[in-house]
């Protein structure tokens, strides 16, 4: 039995923004026009590993690519996941978003990749980037350099998707910095529920210190068996402390999700019909509902 005393309300007013970012009032870098709704950027985090980040980051953009929206996914990962997950050898290239946060002089359209489904595009990242968490610590606000990135393009775009690694270190810290609100894929069961508490205090923090609006978008229960007791436990003890927070879809396990990264695509093109494929199109509707209409 899970008990009610494993995760509280109070973790979840650590974590709850109040306010947006002001957005109207913004103009395009290099003194243009602002749009009225540049992208939505939001980060995938959580510090245990294995509990779906990269698969929710590359489904839930090609939802929403698929749903008529701009998507970038952005990989903050050394292992370099999202690329290969969607048939783009990342070790190979020669630009990645390493090459971005150490403004080495290396162009946006030179690092942009387009993947195989249209409107949804990738900064990929490859192991360069864990030296990049190293050389940033001697950088003069290093915590903000995904953030100088992704003012370049939040007017290229409607949703801007970052993939964190399964730690809380500087490239997660990067990711939250830039981000307008944060998605937890949340494994459903008790391990994975124990760490809730060290990420809402990591979000407390970068609220305080580091980007003040930023807001949990919501927690989505990945790997989810409803035919298990422990697993239908953990989800209602996730609902009672953070009520409406928790997407209503539900990620359940699939062998599908393992055999799309194989061969390269979403699991939207992989296994269309699929109730992995209807489950990310039911969050990606949920995601742009909740989003402010302003």
Same mark, same amino acid.
């Given at each position: 039995?899970?008990?009610?005393?494993?995760?509280?309300?109070?973790?979840?007013?650590? +974590?709850?923004?109040?306010? #947006?970012?002001?957005?109207? &009032? !913004? $103009? @395009?870098?290099?003194?243009?026009?602002?749009?009225?709704?540049?992208?939505?950027?939001?980060?995938?985090?959580?510090?245990?590993?294995?509990?779906?980040?990269?698969?929710?980051?590359?489904?839930?953009?090609?939802?929403?690519?698929?749903?008529?929206?701009?998507?970038?996914?952005?990989?903050?990962?050394?292992?370099?996941?999202?690329?290969?997950?969607?048939?783009?050898?990342?070790?190979?290239?020669?630009?990645?978003?390493?090459?971005?946060?150490?403004?080495d002089g290396t162009g946006l359209d030179d690092t942009i990749v387009e993947t195989g489904t249209e409107g949804l595009h990738l900064l990929p990242a490859?192991?360069?980037?864990?030296?990049?968490?190293?050389?940033?610590?001697?950088?003069? +606000?290093?915590?903000?350099? #995904?953030?100088?990135?992704? &003012? !370049? $393009? @939040?007017?290229?775009?409607?949703?801007?998707?970052?993939?964190?690694?399964?730690?809380?270190?500087?490239?997660?810290?990067?990711?939250?910095?830039?981000?307008?609100?944060?998605?937890?894929?949340?494994?459903?069961?008790?391990?994975?529920?124990?760490?809730?508490?060290?990420?809402?205090?990591?979000?407390?923090?970068?609220?305080?210190?580091?980007?003040?609006?930023?807001?949990?978008?919501?927690?989505?229960?990945?790997?989810?068996?409803?035919?298990?007791?422990?697993?239908?436990?953990?989800?209602?003890?996730?609902?009672?402390?953070?009520?409406?927070?928790?997407?209503?879809?539900?990620?359940?396990?699939?062998?599908?999700?393992?055999?799309?990264?194989?061969?390269?695509?979403?699991?939207?093109?992989?296994?269309?019909?699929?109730?992995?494929?209807?489950?990310?199109?039911?969050?990606?509707?949920?995601?742009?509902?909740?989003?402010?209409?302003?």
């Amino acid at each position: 039995m899970v008990s009610r005393e494993t995760v509280g309300p109070e973790m979840l007013g650590a +974590a709850s923004a109040a306010n #947006l970012r002001p957005q109207s &009032d !913004r $103009l @395009r870098p290099g003194g243009g026009p602002a749009k009225r709704k540049p992208a939505r950027v939001i980060a995938m985090a959580n510090q245990k590993g294995g509990v779906g980040k990269t698969t929710t980051t590359i489904n839930l953009g090609a939802a929403l690519a698929e749903a008529g929206e701009r998507v970038l996914l952005i990989d903050m990962d050394p292992q370099g996941s999202l690329g290969v997950g969607l048939g783009i050898e990342p070790h190979a290239r020669e630009a990645t978003i390493y090459n971005l946060l150490m403004q080495d002089g290396t162009g946006l359209d030179d690092t942009i990749v387009e993947t195989g489904t249209e409107g949804l595009h990738l900064l990929p990242a490859n192991i360069d980037l864990a030296a990049a968490e190293l050389l940033l610590v001697q950088e003069v +606000a290093r915590e903000q350099a #995904l953030e100088r990135v992704v &003012d !370049r $393009l @939040r007017y290229r775009y409607d949703h801007i998707l970052i993939d964190c690694p399964p730690s809380l270190g500087l490239l997660t810290i990067n990711g939250l910095t830039a981000a307008d609100g944060v998605i937890v894929p949340l494994e459903c069961e008790y391990f994975a529920l124990r760490g809730m508490s060290l990420l809402m205090q990591t979000l407390e923090r970068v609220r305080d210190r580091l980007n003040p609006d930023l807001q949990l978008e919501g927690i989505i229960a990945t790997m989810f068996d409803p035919r298990t007791l422990h697993t239908r436990e953990v989800l209602e003890r996730v609902r009672d402390a953070f009520g409406d927070v928790v997407f209503t879809t539900t990620i359940n396990k699939t062998i599908r999700f393992a055999e799309a990264p194989v061969a390269g695509e979403s699991i939207l093109s992989y296994a269309g019909r699929s109730r992995g494929a209807t489950a990310y199109r039911e969050l990606a509707q949920e995601v742009l509902q909740r989003e402010p209409s302003s």
